[in-house]
């Protein structure tokens, strides 16, 4: 058992959980949180509180945010910002098929220099040795370029899914695990490309949330079209509701349907009852 404080880089950003230490930072104040290239300022959007897992592996916050690190973040933005602006600008006059997505920037004073990672999309590989070139030399630094792919512009940009919420890759996701066009048959999801892709372009991810429950529906349940003996009668089984386990039976006396739950008409559940008794 411990205490642990959640803090976020970018408003609405991803939650990065750390050990408060000897602090007790509140929601809003600003924070010093480690990192490779040294203490960042983010803010508080969970107060310090004690939780009941373990914190052992949780880093440690570096103190709370003074006026020098205030103004140290604010020029850290602003070099950003002005990077950004020259990137586009020298992409246009070379005239290269690249996208800026997110400009990382690191001041002088510590380890390599004063630096900016500039965060790009393509269709294809780009030869930049040239635009490198003339960044360094407009922003009188080390530049270094990196293209990302679709799913990983998405959660450097962060945005809004079709379900309103903010991107689950922007948020919490921290791996991306496959996603095939199998998950939406199997979930009788529409194969139209833009209900089922995401921000990126891609299929979704939370495709996958509710697959296996899906999986394990489909290996017990009747399938459609087969005949079933329910409570109220015998029946053909004509859908599938599996958020409510259960399936749609049309009744063979009267042509009505009726909603059953899964167990009711699977065969196992069946012999079990009549064994027991039940």
């Not at 916050?61 to 205030?70: I, K, P, S, V």
């Not at 939406?184 to 495709?207: E, T, Y």
């Amino acid at each position: 058992m411990g205490m642990l404080c959640a803090v976020s880089f970018h408003r609405y950003g991803r939650l990065y959980y750390l050990d408060p230490g000897e602090f007790r930072p509140q929601v809003g104040d600003k924070v010093l949180v480690p990192t490779d290239d040294g203490p960042e300022v983010a803010e508080c959007v969970w107060a310090a509180q004690w939780v009941s897992d373990d914190t052992d592996g949780f880093p440690r916050l570096a103190g709370l945010a003074q006026e020098e690190d205030l103004r140290r973040d604010e020029a850290l933005r602003q070099r950003k910002a002005e990077a950004k602006v020259a990137a586009k600008r020298l992409i246009r006059e070379h005239g290269l098929p690249m996208k800026v997505v997110a400009v990382d920037h690191v001041l002088g004073g510590g380890e390599g220099g004063e630096r900016s990672t500039i965060y790009f999309t393509a269709p294809h590989r780009v030869d930049f040795r040239s635009l490198v070139r003339d960044l360094g030399a407009t922003l009188h630094c080390r530049v270094e370029l990196r293209q990302l792919s679709a799913r990983d512009s998405a959660r450097v940009q962060g945005g809004i899914g079709s379900c309103g919420r903010d991107l689950c890759c922007a948020t919490f996701l921290t791996d991306f695990e496959p996603v095939t066009i199998r998950m939406a048959k199997d979930q009788d999801l529409p194969l139209n490309p833009l209900r089922i892709s995401g921000a990126c372009g891609r299929l979704m991810c939370c495709l996958k949330y509710e697959h296996p429950l899906y999986q394990r529906f489909q290996e017990s349940a009747p399938a459609i079209g087969a005949r079933v003996s329910t409570p109220e009668g015998e029946g053909r089984v004509v859908g599938h509701s599996v958020p409510r386990d259960a399936v749609t039976v049309r009744m063979d006396a009267d042509g009505s349907r009726c909603s059953c739950s899964r167990a009711s008409v699977c065969a196992p559940r069946q012999a079990h009852d009549t064994h027991y008794g039940s």
